[in-house]
C-alpha cells in the first residue's frame, strides 16, 4: 500500500515537473510582454478556488524560484561554481540545494520590500492575508529580473572584455525594466502622481538592493 502511494506521489510529481517545461516560458513571456496584465491576472485567480488557482500558469512564488534555477542551469551549461570563502558563506553555498534556497530569498526581498511599502503608503494593516495579493504580484514582475540579472553576472564573471560588457549590459537592461514595471505597478496601487510614484520606485529597489547588498557583505565576509 506504502508503495502504491509512493508511485502515485512520483506520477503526481512527474506531470508537475512536465507542466513547468511548458508553462514557465508561456509564464515568462506573459509577463515581460504584458507586466501589469499579469499582475491582474494574480488578482483574477486568487479570487478562485485553491484547487483552481494559476491553471494555466506557474504560481508567482515559484516561478520564481523556476527563475533562479533555470539561472543557475546557465551558470552549470558554463562551468561555474560559487565558492565560499567562510565557514559560514561555504555551509550556504556549499551544497545545490543551500544555494538556491539563498538566492530564491535574496531575489524575494524585492517583492517583499515592495509588498511591505505598499501597505504602508496606503495604510493597510500588515497580515498574511493582505500581504499575499502584492506579493504574488512582484514576485511575477521579478521573474524576468532574476533570470536576466543572474545570467549577465555569469557573463561578467567569465575572462575577456567582451564578456564582461555583455555581462553589464544586460544587467543594465534588466535593471532598467524592471524599475519600470515597479513603476507602472506603484502608479497604478498606489494612485499618485508620477513623481511620487518614481520615488517610490527609486526607493523600494534602493532598499532591496541595499539589503542584498548587507547581506552579501555579511556572508561573504564574517
Known amino acids: 500500500m506504502d508503495f502504491l502511494k509512493l ?31 499579469m499582475a491582474q491576472y494574480v488578482n483574477t485567480e486568487l479570487t478562485q478556488k485553491l484547487e483552481r488557482q494559476f491553471d494555466d500558469a506557474i504560481s508567482p512564488p515559484m516561478f520564481l524560484m523556476l527563475a ?17 570563502t567562510s565557514d559560514l558563506s561555504r555551509s550556504v553555498l556549499g551544497n545545490e540545494e543551500s544555494l538556491l534556497l539563498f538566492r530564491s530569498i535574496t531575489f524575494a526581498i524585492w517583492p517583499l520590500v515592495a509588498t511591505v ?71 497604478v496601487a498606489l494612485q499618485r502622481s508620477w513623481l511620487n510614484t518614481v520615488l517610490s520606485t527609486l526607493w523600494v529597489f534602493a532598499l532591496g538592493t541595499a539589503i542584498n547588498v548587507m547581506v552579501g557583505f555579511v556572508l561573504l565576509g564574517s
Open 7 to 37: 508511485l502515485r506521489s512520483l506520477e503526481e510529481f512527474l506531470y508537475e515537473l512536465c507542466t513547468w517545461f511548458l508553462f514557465f516560458p508561456r509564464t515568462l513571456y506573459r509577463v515581460i510582454v504584458h507586466p501589469r496584465r
Open 117 to 187: 511599502h505598499l501597505l504602508r503608503r496606503k495604510r493597510v494593516p500588515m497580515t498574511r492575508e493582505s500581504l499575499r495579493r502584492p506579493f504574488f504580484m512582484q514576485c511575477y514582475l521579478t521573474a524576468p529580473f532574476a533570470v536576466a540579472l543572474s545570467t549577465s553576472m555569469v557573463f561578467v564573471r567569465l575572462p575577456g572584455q567582451l564578456s564582461t560588457t555583455i555581462g553589464l549590459a544586460s544587467s543594465a537592461v534588466a535593471a532598467a525594466w524592471f524599475i519600470a514595471v515597479q513603476a507602472g505597478w506603484l502608479k
Open 68 to 84: 533562479v534555477l533555470v539561472a543557475h542551469g546557465v551558470e552549470l551549461l558554463m562551468h561555474q561554481t560559487v565558492v565560499g
